[in-house]
Nanobody, 124 residues
Framework: QVQLAESGGGLVQAGDSLRLSCSAS????????MGWFRQVPGKERELIAA?????????YPADSVRGRFTISRDNAKSTVYLQMNSLKPEDTAIYYC????????????????WGQGTQVTVSP
């Protein structure tokens, strides 16, 4: 069983940067494709970034974050990151780390594992 633990959320002002981290355990990290989702109340959880097993391939399906957010991973530390720049109030959400038992992230199917989520709040 894979356990995922996010950290790095908090309250920031518009225009600030924030980096989220997600530490994985219970499995060799390089066997997992990783993703970041976010969810606001009343809306579905949305995939915003994904990365393949070695970090060589990244995917940003959400237009709203493309160019501002960057996903990366450090397999030696079993950690995936989400660097968020130029934050906007509309980025306020709970951010979830997710993993698939795959080398590449398949957006057409859901994650196999979820983290517990971390709140990010961006004030105007």
């Amino acid at each position: 069983q894979v356990q995922l633990a996010e950290s790095g959320g908090g309250l920031v002002q518009a225009g600030d940067s924030l980096r989220l981290s997600c530490s994985a355990s219970g499995r060799t990290f390089s066997t997992l494709a990783m993703g970041w989702f976010r969810q606001v109340p009343g809306k579905e959880r949305e995939l915003i970034a994904a990365i393949n097993w070695d970090g060589g391939n990244t995917y940003y399906p959400a237009d709203s974050v493309r160019g501002r957010f960057t996903i990366s991973r450090d397999n030696a530390k079993s950690t995936v990151y989400l660097q968020m720049n130029s934050l906007k109030p509309e980025d306020t959400a709970i951010y979830y780390c997710a993993a698939q038992d795959a080398t590449y992230y398949y957006a057409g199917r859901g994650p196999d594992y979820w983290g517990q989520g971390t709140q990010v709040t961006v004030s105007p």
